[in-house]
């Protein structure tokens, strides 16, 4: 799939290894790209887990149907970040007339790519392509180090929120 952002996205000397190519470009996200897409989700957790399998079957054809959009940083074809939104049918709210509110998900910059500002330009791709779809309402769970960049794009701690999980059994 094409895209206006399927372009060269940024230049800049890497902090910790000057003179290294740090050239990169975004592109979207794909359906074949499901597993990738699960993997900078689950970052943190084992490569082969079956949850990562779970979540890229769910999200393949989400991507394909547009309710889960998302931007790739790549360098060539190797993918260095990435970023995306799932689009949830809410209903209207007075500050979200438009009905459908946009969950930010699965940002994750490798580790030798970060502080150049790649997850920054793909959460403005994320943001700017749901503001385009009339969006104004988006929300997540970030991480402490995610913190600032979340805040530098606008987002504020909500402290209402509550939730309720009931227990996983094991299968
Ligand atoms: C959080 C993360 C996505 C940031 O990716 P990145 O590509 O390095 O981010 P950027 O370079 O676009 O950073 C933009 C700004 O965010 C802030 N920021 C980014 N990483 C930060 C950190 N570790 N500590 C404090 N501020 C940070 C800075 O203000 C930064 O601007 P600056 O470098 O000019 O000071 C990356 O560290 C990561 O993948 N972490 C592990 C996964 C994770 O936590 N994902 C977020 C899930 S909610």
């Excluded at 290294?20 to 359906?31: A, D, F, H, P």
């Excluded at 060539?76 to 939104?85: D, I, K, N, S, Y």
């Excluded at 997850?119 to 700017?128: G, H, M």
Aim: hydrophobic share 45%; with cysteine; glycine share 8%.
């Amino acid at each position: 799939m094409s895209d206006s952002r399927d372009r060269p996205s940024g230049s800049s000397d890497s902090p910790d290894n000057p003179g290294m190519e740090t050239k990169w470009s975004l592109r979207r996200v794909v359906s074949a790209d499901a597993e990738q897409v699960a993997a900078h989700g689950q970052w943190n957790e084992p490569a082969s887990s079956a949850r990562r399998i779970a979540y890229a079957t769910w999200v393949r054809p989400r991507i394909e149907s547009g309710a889960y959009v998302g931007w790739f940083a790549i360098q060539g074809e190797v993918v260095l970040a990435g970023a995306g939104a799932i689009l949830l049918d809410w209903g209207p709210t007075r500050a979200n007339p438009g009905g459908v509110m946009a969950r930010i998900n699965n940002v994750f910059t490798d580790v030798h790519w970060r502080r150049l500002g790649i997850a920054r330009a793909l959460l403005d791709a994320v943001l700017e392509h749901c503001e385009a779809l009339g969006v104004q309402e988006f929300n997540l769970g970030a991480t402490p180090e995610a913190h600032a960049l979340y805040a530098s794009l606008g987002f504020e701690a909500y402290a209402p929120e509550m939730r309720r999980r009931v227990p996983v059994r094991a299968a």
